[in-house]
């Protein structure tokens, strides 16, 4: 993961970098282009069109690997869970419990069955339950009314 990470840092650098270099070199970009009988229009457009590409491209990413780090810590629940099923504080990551993952991944199913398991052990505190069984129906009834607006 750490290897992932540099790299993933010199990409975001490298792209910031791109983005910069072309916000700076705009104006003198629009009068270069003007001199040898570009339309400034023509310019605008282009420069935008990569702007736009840039922005695109860097949203792209971030949305990624926010969903990896995601995966990584679900994947991290899950193995501390299997390690140690009976210790409630092997459900959490992070300070987030494996239920929550599930729902902001949208696995309701898993994340009820993963509620319930947690909810029968005995050090299990009951404010946290509620609050994931809360998560839980929230999940639920925003579904069911996406799915009334389908119909």
């Known amino acids: 993961m750490a290897d992932r990470s540099g790299r993933d840092r010199v990409n975001y650098a490298a792209t910031l970098a791109v983005l910069a270099v072309l916000a700076f070199c705009f104006p003198l970009t629009v009068r270069i282009g003007s001199a040898v009988g570009v339309p400034e229009a023509v310019s605008v457009s282009v420069l ?7 922005l695109a491209t860097f949203l792209v990413r971030w949305q990624v690997n926010r969903h990896r780090v995601h995966l990584d810590r679900l994947a991290a629940a899950r193995a501390q869970v299997a390690a ?3 210790n409630p504080r092997s459900y959490f990551v992070a300070g987030e419990h494996l239920g929550s993952l599930l729902l902001r991944l949208d696995r309701r ?3 009820a069955e993963v509620i319930d398991r947690y909810a029968r052990l005995g050090g299990a505190r009951e404010s946290e339950i509620v ?7 929230s999940a639920e009834r925003r579904q069911r ?3 009334r607006r389908e119909a």
């Open 84 to 86: 140690d099923p009976q």
């Open 145 to 147: 009314r996406a799915q």
């Open 48 to 54: 935008g069109a990569v702007l736009t590409f840039g």
């Open 131 to 137: 609050a994931l069984r809360e998560a839980l129906s």
């Open 109 to 111: 199913r898993e994340a």
